[in-house]
């Protein structure tokens, strides 16, 4: 953990209590030992969403739709997620919890890669969530910087690695953390802040 292991639990006492369907891909995640955003990061997506007005998200790295549900519930009537995986099996999962939360009419789920799907859609966003192999997200980060609109927002997890962004000898995912904050920084078109939250959330905003 990032921060100290009471003030994570204090913060998940201070959450309301989730949606069964939630709860149930949490339990997935747990059991198959998937990597999702969990509550606290969830709950900051949906946050993002609702206050920006973004009305077209793309998510780069979907896996079976957690992150995506957060982001689908803070969307505006007529809004739409557009989910990345290359994973079939991954999408059916998805689509079934998406369905089973009243989500799915906003979501648009495809298969392939998540940089080659983004960079062959026509569509413009008003937020992308970057959540894919770290090795991928400088190129992420720069493709989400070059297509969002002035007010437009790019969210990244795992920011922070486990920590591992202050180790020596770091290792190729570290360093490609360590590269796309250093894009995130210096790209005088956006205004980026790193929260400390679970393993690490940037939130750059198009000025």
């Known amino acids: 953990m990032i921060i100290d292991p009471k003030i994570e639990e204090y913060l998940h006492k ?28 969830g709950s900051l997506l949906e946050l993002l969403v609702r206050a920006s007005g973004a009305r077209t998200v793309f998510e780069m790295g979907s896996g079976f739709g957690y992150s995506a549900a957060w982001m689908a519930r803070g969307l505006p009537d007529g ?9 079939e099996d991954n999408k059916r999962r998805a689509m079934d919890f ?31 969530f970057v ?8 190129a992420a980060i720069r493709a989400g910087l070059e297509r969002l609109p002035r007010g ?4 990244a997890d795992n920011m922070l690695w486990f920590g591992r962004v202050i180790e020596d000898g770091a290792d190729a995912e ?16 956006y205004r980026t802040v790193l929260l400390p939250l679970r393993y690490g959330v940037s939130v750059s905003v198009r000025i």
């Open 174 to 189: 570290t360093k490609s953390v360590l590269e796309a904050t250093r894009l995130l920084f210096a790209d005088v078109r």
């Open 131 to 138: 959540d894919l192999e770290k090795g991928h997200y400088p």
């Open 14 to 41: 201070q959450t309301p209590p989730a949606d069964p369907i939630f709860l149930e891909m949490e339990r997935l995640a747990a059991l198959t030992g998937f990597p999702i955003v969990g509550p606290l990061v």
């Open 152 to 155: 437009g927002l790019l969210a």
């Open 79 to 87: 809004g739409r997620i557009l989910c990345t995986d290359r994973s």
């Open 98 to 128: 998406l369905a089973r939360a009243g989500l799915a009419d906003r979501v648009d789920y495809r298969i392939g890669d998540a940089l080659d799907t983004f960079h062959h859609w026509t569509g413009s966003p008003d937020m992308v």
